[in-house]
Nanobody, 119 residues
Framework: QVQFVESGGGLVQAGGSLRLSCKAS????????MSWYRQSPGKERELVAG????????NYQDFAHGRFTISRVNDINTVYLQMDDLSPSDSATYFC????????????WGRGTLVTVAS
């Protein structure tokens, strides 16, 4: 059974930082590209960043470039998203899934972790 458990969200002031974690299970994590997504109320879920299985490849959406860093530790089936210089527009629920540019386990989303950035 595929599972994604996101954590690390919270309330932060503009300009602050958060580190999100996603613990995955039910598939061979070390062989799977992974990615982070976010969704705000009334908006579609959008890609934030992706990382290849071996960590050599990473991609970021324009809004994340230079502020967010995706990483992973295969030994503990966990992918991270370090978010710096946060702005109110980054407020959203953040999710992880397998895949590099798009989710490949689209039927198995976790509950996500809520990030709220106060101005």
């Amino acid at each position: 059974q595929v599972q994604f458990v996101e954590s690390g969200g919270g309330l932060v002031q503009a300009g602050g930082s958060l580190r999100l974690s996603c613990k995955a299970s039910g598939f061979t994590f070390s062989k799977s590209d992974m990615s982070w997504y976010r969704q705000s109320p009334g908006k579609e879920r959008e890609l934030v960043a992706g990382i290849s299985a071996d960590s050599y490849g990473r991609n970021y959406q324009d809004f994340a470039h230079g502020r967010f860093t995706i990483s992973r530790v295969n030994d503990i089936n966990t992918v991270y998203l370090q978010m710096d210089d946060l702005s109110p527009s980054d407020s959203a629920t953040y999710f992880c899934n397998a895949g590099y540019y798009r989710p490949t386990m689209d039927n198995d989303w976790g509950r996500g972790t809520l990030v709220t950035v106060a101005s």
